[in-house]
């Protein structure tokens, strides 16, 4: 089945919007094992939309049109549609309804203007939208089956998941039962990670499982996608797959699905009635910024603490001097003293000392860790390197992923691919 | 000027990259005011690549094709466009020399998969690329002038500015000199800005000055495109607009041009030789996550305070009790009391108490803020409103934003259209 997708308006085609819509698009078609193979982005121009639908028509079995679908003048998806199916448009007088309700939930009388989102081309298949007042819809024009979609991207997602995707699977012939499973890992590049899960997928022999990546630095993201009759048949199908890819990834896997390390961190901790402490230099708080807002976090995070000198970073502790420099010994001593200082049960302190001079692609900076956790600390030491900010972004996940390892029981010492194994001097 | 894009790869078709080329591209022409009219993305395809190609090529005066000029078996760019021309792939030797140069001067030999970039479809206008091997071109495809272009970001970006925009502008007759100056303000939404601006570009009555927004909450970006015969003719031409415009934006612009807001405070700081120290809550560390880490900030930034509870947020700065809850009292108090406790020339406090309960649209904060500099203190409330991650956001950006109206001797009470006026109690 060749799949397409449009993408209209001016805030798209002028670069005002990152096109995130069709990213998500494609990736959750990829996530059920359908691929979209072309997609087109015109503005809101009517010559362009009729032009753009006419040649997706021609050419795919199903097109997914995203945008247009409001209650302005610009928005000309529904009118379009029509013009290319051939019929006229026609108020569905039960989306009308829908949308006075609406309103009159939130005690507003509806605009005019949005009649006219209710107007759909003659013998569409309403595609529903219980969050918003853009009503979605199917039609067929030229050869293809079209889905209007709206631009909110809160609305599309669920339109998407709900309506379009069952759809899609169905018209596919494909097995509809999907099973997604996602390892997040730290450490591991996706080259390194390929080479360690190869064959993985073929431990289901009938070929429906498939493996892919996604690297967003410093994280890399494994995923697994099964299909299948239901998804008990697909659970048992995956499980030997998820206890492989566990069992090779191993002590990298920072959360797994929808789980974060931070979250991950932030469970262990809670779990425990445990509190932490932070101390940053360049990172800047930044590794604070990830914990400390999160739900929960009031009960756990006890105090951040930001300086750029190592004589600040002792004061704020509560220790005289400078220890021997920016070493583990004195990353081990800040975060006892943090413990100490703030009354918290957990400290995570990150020292870094950077390269002199400007920015540059080999910029590095050394990187001193130390977790410490009830009497016991634990120390890290790394070089990293690639610039400023993927030295600040290395050293942020590093430190954070140093105190799950502490957490989790497990070492902190495995090396990994974006570090140096020389050390400066 | 019909201008068409072509986005090429598997990477961006399936979503594992969002397509940020294409927003720059586009953000760029319409920079200089040309406008893209249509885009489209297929795969690493022989078949969807040549019928883009020639879709575009019977449609468009200009193409601009991103990616497929690598030196791996699935860069088809130069097979095809020499396909779509109907001349043969020829090598350039030229550009061979050039990177078997680039290799020795790395001290490493070329391999032999990089010869493929080198042909190009005879007749090919070489458009230079000094810092990667992946050889920009120009050629001729149906009525349309094909312009190809690397897929790494910054060898595109460079090919873009230097090569394609200026053959671009010469060929659409439009004046090449551009002034694009841009105003970044904190506290206007768009449409607000927009009726304060009314006009502004009309005081160059020959309608070669163009007014445009990009809104990045909580951020608003203001364009001002010219264009003229050279830049000082466009510099005398801009200045009563640019002029206006700080006039009517006034105390909300935060900065100019590539700077930040967080760079003007740093400046002033450094200027004043002060130091500074952040004390927040709920923002968890993305206040000073902002300026810690920036180059220069080592000799500014003297110290950072997180904390979730008001108890902890008094304590760690070497005061006791909780004052009278998050007022604008207890911000001043700590504000001051954080200045003597790190021995710093100023300090910012934000103090956020949130809503109870799950994160919903119209989740909201109460935030206290207070700067002190030398023996003064300034004291803001606001509520903000939109959900944890709105808030937190709002948060940040009034933060520091009241700490740059300090430092620039403006007012902080501003009111501004993230926040509600009526008060939580």
Wanted: aromatic share 6%; net charge negative.
């Amino acid at each position: 089945m060749r799949i397409e997708v449009i993408c209209t308006g001016d805030e798209v085609l002028t670069g005002k919007t990152v096109n995130t819509n069709f990213t998500y698009i494609t990736q959750k078609l990829e996530d059920v094992g359908l691929a979209v193979k072309w997609e087109t982005t015109v503005g809101d121009d009517r010559d362009d939309l009729l032009l753009a639908f006419q040649l997706a028509g021609a050419r795919a079995d199903a097109v997914i049109v995203n945008g247009g679908l409001g209650p302005t003048v610009d928005d000309l998806s529904q009118e379009i549609a029509a013009k290319a199916a051939g019929v006229e448009l026609v108020l569905n007088e039960a989306w009308l309804a829908r949308m006075e309700a609406f309103f009159a939930r939130r005690s507003r009388v509806m605009p005019p203007s949005n009649r006219k989102q209710a107007l759909l081309p003659a013998g569409a298949e309403v595609l529903d939208n219980p969050i918003g007042t853009a009503c979605g819809f199917a039609v067929n024009i030229g050869k293809a089956r079209f889905h209007f979609t709206p631009g909110v991207p809160r609305e599309l997602r669920r339109m998407l998941e709900s309506e379009i995707i069952p759809r899609l699977l169905e018209t596919s012939g494909l097995q509809s039962a999907i099973y997604l499973k996602r390892f997040h890992s730290f450490g591991i590049g996706e080259s390194r990670a390929d080479t360690l899960l190869s064959g993985v997928a073929d431990l289901v022999p009938d070929g429906t499982v498939k493996l892919g990546f996604r690297a967003h630095y410093p994280q890399l993201e494994t995923k697994l996608a099964a299909r299948g009759r239901d998804m008990d048949d697909l659970r048992r199908k995956l499980a030997p797959v998820e206890q492989e890819v566990r069992k090779r990834l191993g002590h990298y896997i920072v959360a797994e699905d929808d789980r974060t390390l931070e979250g991950v961190i932030l469970d262990e901790l809670a779990r425990r009635e445990a509190t932490l402490t932070t101390v940053e230099m360049f990172t800047g708080g930044q590794i604070a910024g990830r914990i400390a807002h999160l739900p929960g976090a009031e009960k756990v995070f006890r105090r951040g603490i930001v300086t750029r000198d190592l004589c600040d970073v002792f004061a704020a502790v509560g220790l005289d001097g400078r220890g021997d420099g920016i070493t583990c010994e004195s990353a081990e001593a800040v975060a006892r003293a943090a413990q100490r200082h703030a009354g918290s049960t957990h400290a995570l302190a990150v020292l870094i000392d950077l390269d002199e001079g400007a920015d540059r692609l080999d910029f590095s900076g050394n990187v001193c860790i130390a977790v410490a956790a009830g009497g016991e600390t634990v120390p890290r030491r790394s070089r990293l390197v690639g610039g400023r900010d993927w030295v600040r972004l290395g050293a942020v996940e590093m430190g954070l992923d140093c105190l799950r390892r502490t957490l989790q029981g497990l070492p902190v010492s495995d090396r990994i691919d974006f570090e140096r194994v020389e050390e400066k001097n």
